[in-house]
């Protein structure tokens, strides 16, 4: 015997590691070989054939299946869109095909494929209104990247319409984010969407910001700096938290000033003066109980001043200005479910 063939041998090696095609030439290559030699290896070429095989059909059986899939799913093969991105007819399609201003519904909570798009003209049940993305890195886990979606969707609501009191009550702000094998895929993002609690409604909530009159941007513009602080609101209690909420507090009273700046003007409408005029007045009048807050001693004391200030809200000043501004008092909005 001349020893062990050495077709013979790669045949069954690369039979292991799924290379089918080169397994399958090198066993044939062996036996030939073998006919001609006296040497060991063809239980080893047979072995590299068999596992070939197998190999094979295992990729045909999966090539099958993903095109009857594909057929039963026709949306993965390609979202229905017009010229300006919009979806044109109900399509089924994963979470990766959401765009900002997609309608669609959801066929189970969790679900990260099996969504159905559809034109927003069509009774929906959720619409993204915003994709978070992520700095990427190692994947810090799933309560991290949870939570850091949470804190940008909450502030992205306001891009997909300046006048947020115009979102009704009964909304909710949901995102999908990415697992751990998404984002080892080079896949970072999350998708932030809009669901109403009431349920599916016709229409889109976007609205662009050349919808808007100079004034009513000029208003909205500075209320934002406020809301979106406030959007920004620590994690926990106070008195668990208490150097991170006087940081915090501080923060809602700069805000609260320079909004005030803003809009302390004589040249809003002859309509809008006096409630503009009043709500900076409140606004500045709360000032003072957000920096009490600010310097806190302990946590009990935090608590008791952020009580306080939280009372200062100008609610009623605020909707007055906005009925003389021709902006939504959120009573227009209780609900969109049809």
């Known amino acids: 015997m001349e020893g062990t063939n050495g077709f013979a041998i790669a045949s069954l090696v690369l039979g292991l ?45 999966a090539a099958v299946g993903g095109l009857a899939y594909v057929a039963s799913h026709p949306g993965l093969g390609g979202v229905h869109r017009n010229a300006l991105g919009q979806v044109t007819e109900r399509t089924e399609a994963y979470v990766d095909d959401l765009r900002v201003g997609d309608c669609f519904d959801r066929h189970s909570p969790t679900a990260l494929h099996d969504l159905a798009l559809l034109p927003c003209d069509e009774p929906h049940e959720a619409e993204a209104y915003g994709i978070v993305t992520y700095a990427g890195g190692a994947y810090p886990g799933s309560r991290k990247v949870q939570d850091f979606a949470e804190k940008r969707c909450a502030g992205l609501a306001a891009d997909y319409n300046p006048d947020i009191w115009a979102y009704p009550d009964t909304l909710e702000t949901r995102y999908y984010w990415p697992d751990r094998d998404q984002w080892e895929d080079d896949d970072p993002t999350a998708v932030c969407f809009f669901t109403d609690t009431r349920g599916s409604w016709t229409g889109t909530l976007r609205r662009s910001r050349t919808s808007f009159t100079d004034n009513q ?17 620590p994690d926990g209690e106070p008195g668990d938290r208490p150097s991170v909420y006087r940081a915090w507090a501080g923060e809602v009273a700069d805000a609260l000033e320079k909004e005030a700046d803003l809009l302390d003007s004589d040249d809003w409408p002859t309509s809008a003066r006096r409630p503009v005029a009043a ?46 501004l021709g902006l939504s008092t959120g009573d227009d909005t209780a609900g969109l479910a049809t």
């Open 279 to 324: 709500f900076v007045r409140q606004n500045r009048a709360a000032v003072p109980y957000w920096r009490q807050a600010a310097s806190a001693a302990d946590g009990a004391a935090l608590e008791r001043a952020l009580n306080r200030a939280f009372a200062q809200y100008g609610g009623e000043e605020a909707r007055a200005a906005r009925v003389a």
């Open 17 to 61: 590691t799924c290379l089918a095609p080169v397994s399958a030439a090198f066993g044939i290559a062996a036996l030939v070989q073998l006919r001609r030699r006296s040497q060991r290896g063809r239980g080893l070429a047979v072995t590299g054939l068999v596992l070939s095989a197998v190999w094979m059909v295992l990729a045909v059986v």
């Open 217 to 233: 941007l000029r208003y909205l513009d500075a209320a934002r700096i406020y809301n979106d602080v406030m959007d920004a609101q």
